[in-house]
Structure formats: C-alpha cells, structure tokens
C-alpha cells in the first residue's frame, strides 16, 4: 500500500475534561480541530497557555484518547505501538536521572526503544557529533548545562531513527547559541527527509524553521498556513508602506516631498549638520507610482536615501491579533 504523503492527519477532534470536585464542569480543551502535516517538513503550533496544545501532542502520542474525531500519524492510528514507534519525543521538561552520563543516558533511552545494544552502539557517535557533545558523553548529565542537556534530549529522540519527532518547546530557556545550535540540528533533520512537529512560544524561532504553522486559541484552531500566507490575512497587510530612512533635514524632506502622499516625517537622528541628520518617512505604497515619485523627487533634490524597507506585519503582530480576536469571544462550556 502507498503511504500518504501525510505525516499527521487529524479530523474533527475534539477533547473535554472534567473538572471540580462537587459541582462537576465540563472544559473543552480541544474543539473540532482538524488539520495536516505533510512528511518532510517543520510544522509549528502555537498558542497562549491553556490554548490546547499540549492537549494536542498527547492525542498524537496516544497518552490521551480524544472524545471524538480522528488522528493518524504515519498512516498509523495514534497512539498504536506501530505508530509510537515511528516516533520521536523530546518534552518540555525532560529529567534526566542524575547518576547517568551522557552515554549511559542515551543508553538508557535506547533500550526503552527496544533497541539492542549493538544497534544503540552504531547510532550514538553520529548523534553525539549531530548535537555536539562529542567529548562530553562521559561527563556526568548533572554537570550538563541547560543547553546541552536539551541537546541529550533531542539526541535520545532521534536515537532509534523515528521518521517523526514532536518537540514541545526545545528552545526554551536556551541562551542565542543554544538556540542556534538547536535550530542546526532542526535544519538538518529537514534535510533527512524527517517531518518535525513543535510546540513553541518563541515566535522569532518559528518564523526562522517552519515551513508552515497552525495558531492555536482557547481550544480552538484559529490559523494555518505558510508564515506568508497568515501575514497576508493580517488585518495591517493591506496597508501598503514604505519606510524610508534619508539624510538630510525635515525641512529638505518635507520640500522635496511636497506633491507625493507620505504620512508622516519623523526624525531619527538629529544634527546641526543636514548631511548627518536622518529622517524616516512614511509614504503610501497602496499605488507604486507613489513611491517611484518619492524616490525621483528625493533624488532630484539631492538628498541621500539612506535606507528603504516595505512594512510587513510580524509573526508576533498576527499572532497577538488572532489571539487577541479569539480571547474577545464568548466562552464555550
């Protein structure tokens, strides 16, 4: 049988606790959430605390039984011992035992997988040079910093080579190099042809590794798409600007700009000399024309453009905006 080209199909899924214990309430965690995730590339959920994430993540590793709709992962069903084995984890908060080194640890690990020594053996030198702790793996694991022991963690879910690995925040609390270090070993999984699921709240890392990304509100699925396609539905994409950034004074700016349509002149640097001074400008680019004009005239007024950029909304503005939007509704019981 063909595989699909999915690596997680989920459809109509939805999942309700219950909480209190007198006056039983009903909380809908997950509300008729359906989405896909194509093998080989980096899919990112996000959403606030409390949004159904992790909900989510537990459904797919089969820890959680959903109250209605379906899941498969690998054109398995979720949660069957094929489909687990099929898979990687790293949690948000993996806990080492304290007396294991680096080796024993992904020793450990490995024959959870049901891997033979041997297999275990092939496998442990690419993964420690892969997440560079080479020379470290004797080093006893509570010595490790916080990094490298997020870097042990992503080497023991990669361990028995799973074709898709589901991270829940594995940047968390890293310093730049370890985030970028982090980012490295996310870029080459991609490269193997592996399908990466992560859960994540640092936004500036998503929008640099996701090929697409779901947004995730009080239960709900409120987005999914490319980083493009979800700043595109931003309410502010459509207000077409240009920045620009020119050397000169605001009385040189505003002299040269005269006939053109900007919104606003606002000075950046200042200085008693115009050539040093810098002025940002607003100008309107719903209409190109208008933003060729701004240029030709600035230039024929010989001042210096310094810099130029398109607005474009960010990963964090339209999150905080469907977020926003969702947190305004009313609650459902």
Do not use: W
Not at 197 to 212: A, G, P, T
């Amino acid at each position: 049988m063909q595989s699909s080209a999915m690596a997680i199909e989920v459809a109509d899924l939805s999942k309700t606790y219950k909480e209190g214990l007198v006056f039983r309430k009903l909380h809908n965690a997950l509300n008729d959430i359906t989405l896909s995730v194509q093998r080989g590339e980096v899919f990112g959920l996000l959403g606030p605390n409390g949004a159904g994430k992790t909900t989510l993540i537990k459904i797919l590793l089969g820890i959680l039984h959903p109250n209605q709709g379906t899941a498969r992962v690998l054109d398995m069903s979720a949660g069957s011992k094929s489909a687990r084995r099929k898979i990687g984890y790293l949690p948000e908060n993996l806990i080492f035992p304290r007396h294991h080194t680096g080796r024993s640890a992904l020793y450990f690990y490995g024959r959870l997988s049901e891997m033979s020594d041997a297999q275990i053996a092939s496998k442990e030198r690419e993964l420690f040079d892969l997440v560079s702790l080479t020379g470290r793996e004797h080093e006893p694991v509570r010595r490790y910093s916080k990094g490298m022991r997020q870097r042990l963690g992503l080497a023991q879910s990669m361990l028995h080579d799973p074709d898709l690995l589901i991270f829940d925040e594995p940047t968390d609390g890293l310093d730049p190099m370890g985030r970028s270090q982090i980012r490295d070993v996310l870029c080459q999984l991609k490269q193997r042809g592996k399908t990466v699921f992560l859960n994540s709240h640092i936004l500036q890392e998503v929008e640099l590794i996701c090929d697409r990304v779901a947004i995730m509100a009080l239960g709900k699925l409120r987005g999914i798409g490319t980083i493009d396609e979800l700043i595109q539905n931003h309410p502010d994409a459509s207000k077409a600007t240009v920045i620009v950034e020119v050397l000169g004074s605001a009385q040189q700016v505003q002299d040269a700009t005269q006939n053109c349509v900007i919104s606003r002149i606002q000075t950046v640097q200042d200085s008693n000399d115009s050539q040093s001074a810098i002025q940002r400008i607003a100008v309107d680019a719903s209409n190109q024309e208008n933003v060729d004009k701004v240029v030709d005239q600035l230039r024929a007024a010989s001042v210096s453009i310094y810099r130029m950029e398109r607005f474009r909304p960010t990963l964090e503005q339209v999150f905080m905006s469907i977020v926003g939007s969702a947190s305004a509704q009313p609650k459902e019981n």
